[in-house]
């Protein structure tokens, strides 16, 4: 397929996209072609938004602009080499060239776009060294205004509009404005000819070909962070993250991997036999490390070595960078047949592991079938989810998710009767096991909670078998087909727990289940503080005591008298006002209508109060008395003010419930005034 050409004087180069995984399963390709030269792909540079790409190309014209009979200069030697020598802005969808950027008498020896995306600049080998253009109009900008003197690097710094790092074929290096081309520090009493920012744009790395060293600079100090001496170098990269550096012999027999904080050797690589390294490139997120060789694009692990993936190139490849979101991959070079050059782009799909893991499931015996239940799995990072899966464990509780990406991950898993968990993993190999250890049973509603609402499904299919009339498998905790005491006691053990919520922006996390229907006899009920008037007098340091109630006895315009067979309240006060009084039946009086006591609990530090009742027999019919508090009062409020109320804290809300189905009823709050 052609693409459309704009503003072109002279035919450009084979662009192929080669949409292939760089590392184990190939993905489909398509190749995409624009008119076919000789010259060489010598460099390549992707925009900030990965839409776009800059291509330079090895024309063989540099300086030859000079008429040598008559030593002045020759317009159509000018013409030509300006032509050759020209940077190309491709669209990296569709291959059409969108700009033609003009200025450049020899190769570019480096590209590099301005952190906005709108600027593009070259480091050149003629005599005006650097260029800045617009990259949306092809203007020129801004040039070198030294001159004098090719370039031989640059590097914009992230995060500015102007400041750009520039090396000169000579060695020497500065800090230049992109917007006028003059020196913002003039020549530092350093050198390079490599030189590349960190991402944050806070050090600056120099790699010294005449002097065999790289030094990183702290900046905008310019102190000495690092100097470390490297036997014949070639050519460095920084990795993204600022931790470690890579460096390439002048030989191309030696890729060596470097602490970028001590200067420690870390890694030493060579290359097949035949073969030479080039140029080489950290992937964006510092995991990996791209290196051209005079026939191979390779693909390490920076950290171990492993090679990972290679493509095959009919001759030397003279460039590569990896997109902004390092899922591409754009290449290229001369070929050695004397085929048309090409610019290649590859689909890079990073290495995937096997999750193997391993649940118990309390109450329940392996090998069997009541071990084969369903999970949810979701991968996280710093607390926003990475991806979901499923899974099906076996007889013995195992299960496998399979292609999951590779690094340090929280895995949250669930089995929709059991609360949460979420341990850290290092997704680090071909497969990594995990045991997830023993599961909280007792969620019957899928909620994350252990609460009454559980206990309200429990007692309504409490004594069923499967295959009678009132049975509810989501009780049934421990499989074994019945609901039974044993899946009390597994609820009661874990009642009031909550599990570790999934991380953020998941397809929804487990919630307190509300049914759409509410029975009558439910959605009449309430909870309410038994008090004259709604509130309290007393005085400091007296005792007194607060009755909850719970359900509704009225009958009359309409309403129904409410039945319950379970309740929960979550109550807050200020502990330095109020505190619970132990004195008496150890501060909390359950009632006596509800007489499966699940919780009762109070917490004089925090101000808190747990409380759940419920019933495995007959539901409670009416109001009733759910449990009595007993409070001494400790400092003076001055006046009324609200001491105790319903909590807002997750996984805590106050719950009425009723053969399976649950209402939250709101709870007036009760004021107390202290003298």
């Known amino acids: 397929m052609n693409f459309a050409k704009t503003n072109l004087a002279a035919p450009f180069v084979t662009i192929t996209f080669l949409l292939y995984a760089a590392t184990f399963a190939p993905r489909a390709t398509a190749q995409n072609t624009i008119d076919e030269v000789d010259h060489a792909i010598l460099q390549v540079a992707w925009s900030p938004s990965g839409n776009m790409l800059a291509v330079g190309k090895a024309a063989g014209f540099c300086d030859t602009t000079i008429n040598l009979v008559t030593g002045e200069t020759d317009p159509e030697l000018l013409a030509d080499a300006l032509a050759q020598n020209a940077v190309y802005i491709v669209d990296a969808q569709t291959g059409v060239i969108e700009q033609t950027l003009i200025g450049n008498t020899c190769s570019a020896n480096r590209l590099d776009w301005s952190p906005d995306g709108t600027k593009i600049a070259s480091a050149s080998g003629d005599s005006r060294g650097f260029r800045v253009w617009d990259a949306a109009t092809g203007v020129l900008l801004a040039e070198d205004q030294r001159g004098g003197q090719g370039m031989s690097s640059l590097s914009w710094r992230p995060g500015s509009t102007n400041e750009m790092a520039v090396a000169d074929i000579a060695g020497f290096t500065r800090i230049v404005s992109a917007l006028t081309g ?28 005449y002097r065999d060293r790289i030094r990183i600079l702290d900046y905008p100090s310019l102190t000495t962070a690092l100097l470390i001496n490297v036997d014949d170098l070639w050519f460095a990269d920084l990795s993204p993250t600022g ?3 890579a460096s390439i012999t002048n030989s191309g027999l030696e890729l060596e991997v470097w602490n970028a904080h001590t200067g420690a050797l870390r890694l030493s690589i060579t290359p097949d036999a035949g073969d030479y390294f080039y140029k080489l490139q950290y992937s964006p997120d510092s995991q990996y490390l791209a290196v051209t060789t005079n026939g191979n694009l390779i693909i390490y692990n920076s950290t171990t070595g492993v090679e990972l993936s290679r493509f095959t190139h009919p001759g030397p490849l003279l460039t590569l960078d990896w997109s902004p979101d390092g899922s591409l991959l754009a290449y290229g070079g001369v070929r050695s047949d004397g085929g048309p050059a090409q610019l290649l782009i590859a ?3 990073p290495p995937t592991t096997d999750l193997i893991g391993h649940i118990t499931l309390p109450g329940r015996i392996a090998p069997s079938a009541s071990y084969v239940v369903d999970l949810a799995v979701k991968l996280g990072d710093g607390g926003i989810v990475v991806s979901e899966h499923s899974a099906t464990t076996d007889v013995n509780g195992y299960f496998t998710v399979q292609d999951l990406p590779r690094g340090t991950f929280d895995i949250w898993l669930k089995q929709n009767q059991s609360l949460a968990v979420m341990p850290s993993v290092n997704l680090n190999a071909a497969a990594v096991s995990v045991d997830f250890g ?3 049973m007792g969620d019957a509603d899928d909620s994350n909670v252990v609460n009454i609402g559980d206990f309200s499904i429990l007692a309504a299919a409490f004594g069923t078998s499967d295959g009678q009339p009132g ?5 049934d905790f421990t499989g074994d087909a019945h609901v039974n005491i044993s899946d009390f006691s597994i609820l009661a053990a874990n009642f009031g727990l909550n599990g570790v919520p999934p991380p953020a922006g998941g397809t929804g996390a487990p919630e307190l289940r509300v049914m759409e229907t509410i029975p009558p006899e439910l959605a009449s009920a309430r909870l309410r503080f038994l008090t004259n008037g709604g509130s309290v007098s007393t005085r400091v340091g007296a005792a007194f005591s607060v009755t909850l109630r719970a359900g509704n006895s009225t009958v009359g315009g309409g ?3 409410s039945l319950l067979d379970g309740a929960e309240a979550h109550l807050t006060f200020d502990p330095t006002k109020l505190q619970v009084d132990t004195s008496i039946s150890g501060g909390l009086t359950p009632g006596t209508t509800l007489t499966t006591i699940l919780r009762s609990a109070y917490d004089n530090s925090a101000g808190t109060i747990d409380f759940a009742a419920g019933t495995l027999s007959a539901p409670a019919s009416g ?4 449990v009595t508090i007993r409070f001494r009062a400790l400092a003076s409020t001055g006046s009324g003010v609200t001491l105790v109320q319903a909590s807002s804290a997750p996984y805590r809300e106050n719950v009425l419930t009723l053969d399976g189905a649950a209402i939250t009823p709101t709870l007036t709050p009760l004021s107390v005034r202290i003298r």
């Open 623 to 626: 109001e009733f008395t759910l």
């Open 559 to 561: 309403s129904v008298v």
């Open 243 to 245: 931790n470690d550096l």
């Open 438 to 440: 023993s599961l909280a």
């Open 182 to 209: 003059e020196a913002l520090i003039p020549l530092l009493d350093v050198s390079g000819t490599v030189v590349r920012w960190s991402s944050d744009g806070n050090h600056l790395m120099m790699g010294d070909t």
């Open 471 to 475: 049975y509810d498998a989501r009780a």
């Open 347 to 349: 689909g890079i799909v």
